[in-house]
């Protein structure tokens, strides 16, 4: 019987290495994977689904006050800790079975040429809810950001 490593081993080792970001040349594709990622609970491959860099450009821009604008350094060293927050979480947590496993697309909303919001409704055992997903755009194509 093999034995699966522990998140916080996984935490550590994801942390150690070098991002592996996906790219999809529609949003659609970049929610897809999210999904999927998150419905086979695969922790690197729904980690690598998401931009946490343009997660904490957005935080550290929106701060309150004449704030200067933040360095690629707090940038990256924010994005860090969003990414490890959320590897706390699953390892509290783990994955909330039914959260994504039945999602259907309600609507689209092009926000612009690179900001899509993409409305789903997804049912479970305790009911069900809708929540838009943003996906944005980068030179490389498309990425999940959260926010």
């Known amino acids: 019987m093999t034995r ?5 081993a996984l935490a550590t080792l994801l942390l150690s290495l070098p991002a592996m970001a996906q790219y999809y040349q529609e949003p659609e594709a970049a929610l897809s994977e ?16 998401i ?9 550290l821009t929106k701060r309150p006050g004449n704030q200067p604008d933040p360095s690629e350094s707090e940038i990256l060293t924010l994005a860090k800790s969003l990414q490890t927050e959320l590897l706390t979480h699953f390892e509290k947590f783990a994955f909330k079975a039914a959260t994504l496993d039945n999602c259907k697309t309600v609507t689209k909303f092009q926000d612009s040429e690179t900001l899509t919001r993409i409305v789903l409704s997804c ?25």
């Open 4 to 8: 699966r490593p522990s998140l916080a």
């Open 34 to 49: 999210y999904i999927a990622a998150y419905k086979s609970r695969d922790v690197p491959r729904f980690l690598a689904a």
């Open 51 to 59: 931009d946490f860099e343009y997660e904490a450009r957005e935080k």
């Open 123 to 147: 049912s479970d055992s305790r009911g069900s809810s809708v929540f838009p997903v943003r996906v944005v755009k980068f030179p490389k194509g498309w990425r999940v950001v959260r926010g």
